[in-house]
T-cell receptor
Framework: EAQVTQNPRYLITVTGKKLTVTCSQN?????MSWYRQDPGLGLRQIYY???????DKGDVPEGYKVSRKEKRNFPLILESPSPNQTSLYFC?????????????FGPGTRLTVL | AQKVTQAQTEISVVEKEDVTLDCVYE???????LFWYKQPPSGELVFLIR????DEQNEISGRYSWNFQKSTSSFNFTITASQVVDSAVYFC???WGPGGGADGLTFGKGTHLIIQP
């Protein structure tokens, strides 16, 4: 089944404790991205990647890192999480650039930073 | 800069009523793409439609229809004979072609649709 998977789905952590949210897609998509969703703000892009070893900042990259060592994986790293990073996070992928193809979204990761 | 405005934060209607969700966008690009996504209470994002800027034909899919008007920069979504299962948050989103870069979707803030039985 074609899908985007994220792990964990739920995470409660404390300020400053490094964490990684994994994202994997099995559709051989080139384009992957991360969004965060906050009440009243909709979804905002954090980082995106057009292909392996190619990543770039989105609208709200502060406090986040990403890597794209393999085509299928695009982990989101929070080196020192803070409470303002409490949010619902979505990973997405598409065959090509976001505009040309439907973006497939993962199920979301709900992160709480205490 | 791109912008998507969904002015209706929340809409509540009674089942079987028709309801229209408004979406107004701003972009300087001539090639762009418009999307609607549904987010049910379970939280996942469900793709509903994609429309490119050169295709102004309205689209109908069952009880759903979309009205794209470049003259008013709007891409409105209508649900006919609404059902309780339509209750969700609906997002309108915008993306543009390669001339504008490789960024992802610009989302509106969403409209929370409540269908009362």
């Amino acid at each position: 089944e074609a899908q985007v998977t994220q792990n964990p789905r739920y995470l409660i952590t404390v300020t400053g404790k490094k964490l990684t949210v994994t994202c994997s897609q099995n559709m051989n998509h080139e384009y992957m991205s991360w969004y965060r969703q906050d009440p009243g703000l909709g979804l905002r892009q954090i980082y995106y990647s057009m292909n392996v070893e190619v990543t770039d900042k989105g609208d709200v990259p502060e406090g986040y890192k990403v890597s794209r060592k393999e085509k299928r994986n695009f982990p989101l790293i929070l080196e020192s999480p803070s409470p303002n990073q409490t949010s619902l996070y979505f990973c997405a992928s598409s065959l090509q650039l976001a505009g040309f193809d439907e973006q497939f979204f993962g199920p979301g990761t709900r992160l709480t930073v205490l | 800069a791109q912008k998507v405005t969904q002015a209706q934060t929340e809409i509540s209607v009674v089942e079987k009523e028709d309801v229209t969700l408004d979406c107004v966008y701003e972009t300087r690009d001539t090639t762009y793409y418009l999307f609607w996504y549904k987010q049910p209470p379970s939280g996942e994002l469900v793709f509903l439609i994609r429309r490119n800027s050169f295709d102004e034909q309205n689209e109908i899919s069952g009880r759903y229809s979309w009205n794209f008007q470049k003259s008013t920069s709007s891409f409105n979504f209508t649900i006919t004979a609404s059902q309780v299962v339509d209750s969700a948050v609906y997002f309108c989103a915008l993306s543009w072609g390669p001339g504008g870069g490789a960024d992802g979707l610009t989302f509106g803030k969403g409209t929370h649709l409540i269908i009362q039985p």
